[in-house]
């Protein structure tokens, strides 16, 4: 089963506005990752925040990280039609192989 | 570095044929992942390897997959026999650490299975 569930499943904005997709995870993690997925390529690697991180950021990208909640949020500010592309979370377990499991992803649409 | 690199982009066979999907990491790194991506069930890990050793197969789906990493920079994924719900896209990735650190994917090859 997956470790992580971003939230929504689907997302449509304008171009201009801010995205954010959260990721909700189960059990202790190392790290978690997100991913970008163009539509039929491969996934990307955006950013990685460790447990003991709170935020990161990334050009316009802002991850923030809850292991209270087992939480995440990715933020994409002035997004842009070429941000269009499904965002997945991949999280690290602690005290295992640090295998990244991946969410289902968040399909974002950006309307030019 | 050309990234990871997997072949055949693209795979049409008939069912029960043998299936050989291929993969070249990215120099360097020591971890190497065969994921599986379909729309009813996301990303699906089928197996993770350290080092060219196996440590984590719980994800091949049965009998019928296997996997292996004869050197650190080639590693197969073989299907035999192939069936219809095995069309997928398989993707390949590698890391320097495991998931401690970010894994970067190849384009993946889609399987179509008739």
């Known amino acids: 089963s997956q470790q992580g569930e971003e939230d929504p499943q689907a997302l449509s904005i304008q171009e201009g506005e801010n995205a954010t997709m959260n990721c909700s995870y189960k059990t202790s993690i190392n790290n978690l990752q997100w991913y970008r997925q163009n539509s039929g390529r491969g996934l990307v690697h955006l950013i990685l925040i460790r447990s003991n991180e709170r935020e990161k950021h990334s050009g316009r990208l802002r991850v923030t990280l809850d292991t209270s909640k087992k939480s995440s949020s990715l933020l994409i500010t002035a997004s842009r039609a070429a941000d269009t592309a499904s965002y997945f979370c991949?999280?690290?377990?602690?005290?295992?192989?640090?295998?990244?499991?991946f969410g289902r992803g968040t399909s974002l649409i950006v309307h030019p | 570095d050309a990234g990871v690199i997997q072949s055949p982009r693209h795979e049409v066979t008939e069912m029960g044929q043998e299936v050989t999907l291929r993969c070249k990491p990215i120099?360097?790194?020591?971890?190497l992942f065969w994921y599986r991506q379909t729309m009813m069930r996301g990303l699906e890990l089928l197996i993770y390897?350290?080092?060219?050793?196996?440590?984590?197969d719980s994800g091949m789906p049965e009998d019928r997959f296997s996997a292996k990493m004869p050197n650190a920079s080639f590693s197969t994924l073989k299907i035999q026999p192939s069936e219809p719900r095995d069309s997928a896209v398989y993707f390949c990735a590698s890391s320097l650490t495991g998931g401690r650190t970010e894994a970067f994917f190849g384009q993946g090859t889609r399987l179509t299975v008739v």
């Open positions: 120099s360097g790194h020591n971890s």
């Open positions: 991949a999280t690290a377990l602690s005290g295992g192989s640090y295998i990244p499991t």
């Open positions: 390897f350290n080092n060219n050793v196996p440590i984590d």
